[in-house]
Each structure stands twice: as structure tokens, then as C-alpha cells.
């Protein structure tokens, strides 16, 4: 993976569910304040970063140093494309910790 950052084509869709989400509960969901990215080692070398939260928000780095700026750009970048839409910035997401089994 060569380029800077991609997005997804599909963000409409993703804006359609959380439309559909903010239906289902009486009170909107908050928009998050920070946004988790995952940083995975490549066997060739550098890191691989994504957002769960965010369909499509992908970027890479050489180093951890690298890829953390451009995860910064890819979330500025989303976020601009998400406002310039006129849609919020919800995921929608839950998350919980489960143990390991045993």
C-alpha cells in the first residue's frame, strides 16, 4: 500500500445508518472526541493504520512516527468530507472488554 490515505466510497451509506441509528434511541448519539486507530506492523515493514469506527479511513506509515501524522491528515481529511456533506461525525459504535478464555 503505496498512498497516503483512502476514504470510502461508501460514506453515504455509512451516513444513512447512522441516520437510521439516531432514529432508534430517544437521545442522539455524542459525537466522539477522539477517534481509536489501529497500528499494524507489516511484514515488509512500516504500519498499516485504520479506524474502526470510520469505514474507509486507511493510511500508512515507514515508521510509527510517519504513520501517525498520516493518520492525523486522513482524519482531518474525513472529517472535512463528512462537513462538507453535512453529516456528523457519529459512529454509533459500542465497545466492550471481554475477557480471554481460559
Not at 460514506?11 to 486507530?37: M, N, T
Amino acid at each position: 500500500m503505496h498512498g497516503r490515505f483512502q476514504t470510502s466510497a461508501n460514506r453515504g451509506f455509512s451516513a444513512q445508518l447512522v441516520s437510521f441509528a439516531d432514529r432508534l434511541y430517544a437521545e442522539p448519539v455524542e459525537q466522539p472526541r477522539e477517534i481509536e486507530f489501529v497500528f499494524a506492523p507489516q511484514d515488509e515493514g512500516g504500519f498499516h493504520v485504520y479506524a474502526p469506527d470510520l469505514p474507509g479511513l486507511h493510511t500508512q506509515g515507514d515508521t510509527l512516527e510517519e504513520a501517525t501524522a498520516n493518520a492525523q491528515e486522513a482524519l482531518e481529511l474525513y472529517v472535512e468530507g463528512l462537513r462538507e456533506d453535512g453529516l456528523p461525525l457519529e459512529t454509533g459504535v459500542i465497545r466492550r472488554t471481554l475477557p480471554v478464555p481460559a
